[in-house]
């Protein structure tokens, strides 16, 4: 059954660079045709797609984030990562890890972890 | 401010029919498929529908999806207490060349 478990610290000190990793079990990041992507969600706010990665290591990302943003993959691990560099308190969110492109299509993310919340301190 | 808008807020009683709107353009809802995000609090979303009326697997069939020209709708009928939720709707949009989400809208079962 397909996992995913988001890690890192859960405290960034402004102007530093948010790092997040993306475990995922019961499914190769690299054989199948799938995009891993991460989402977050501000306190109190929607939703917001950061970037995604294919399983061949071609990435994407939201443009308003790019130039801050690089999501990266480690195979033998089975895990995908974000850094996020230049922080601000605007960065204070929950970090979700899913995966899309799936039968249910590119845009459809259908399985998520659980979330890791970020918050960026002064 | 969000490029797909929906309403902050609807709500219902148990047993009836609600709806929920997310208004785009030509270039992400008008051609392209629409998904649907349920949030339970201090949950990550849940896929409810794929392809603008398409229901992923497990999800109630009193879950509908549509979509018409630069907008979609989410249908929920015979209302229940555990429908109470945050709904966000997505889709991907050709100008921007981005993933795009839907501000949500806070469902209150009365």
């Known amino acids: 059954q397909l996992q995913l478990q988001e890690s890192g610290p859960g405290l960034v000190k402004s102007s530093e660079t948010l790092s997040l990793t993306c475990s995922v079990s019961?499914?190769?990041?690299?054989?199948?045709?799938?995009?891993w992507g991460w989402i977050r969600q501000p306190p109190g706010k929607g939703l917001e797609w950061i970037g995604s990665i294919y399983y061949t290591g071609t990435t994407y990302y939201n443009l308003s984030l790019k130039s801050r943003v690089s999501i990266s993959r480690d195979t033998s691990k089975n895990q995908f990562s974000l850094k996020m560099t230049s922080v601000t308190a605007a960065d204070t969110a929950v970090y979700y890890c899913?995966?899309?492109?799936?039968?249910?299509?590119?845009?459809?993310?259908?399985?998520w972890g659980q979330g890791t919340r970020v918050t960026v301190s002064s | 401010q969000s490029v797909l808008t929906q309403p902050p807020s609807a709500s219902g009683t148990p047993g009836q029919r609600v709806t929920i709107s997310c208004s785009g353009s030509?270039?992400?809802?008008?051609?392209?498929?629409v998904q649907w995000y349920q949030q339970l609090p201090g949950t990550a979303p849940k896929l409810l529908i794929y392809?603008?009326?398409q229901r992923a697997s497990g999800v109630p069939d009193r879950f509908s999806g549509s979509r018409s020209g630069t907008s979609a709708s989410l249908a929920i009928s015979g209302l229940q207490s555990e429908d109470e939720a945050d709904y966000f709707c997505?889709?991907?949009?050709?100008?921007?060349?981005?993933?795009?989400f839907g501000g949500g809208t806070k469902l209150t079962v009365l």
């Open positions: 392809s603008s009326n």
């Open positions: 030509n270039s992400n809802i008008g051609g392209n498929t």
């Open positions: 899913a995966r899309h492109g799936s039968s249910y299509g590119f845009e459809a993310f259908d399985m």
């Open positions: 019961g499914a190769s990041i690299s054989s199948s045709s799938y995009y």
């Open positions: 997505e889709a991907w949009d050709d100008s921007l060349k981005e993933l795009l």
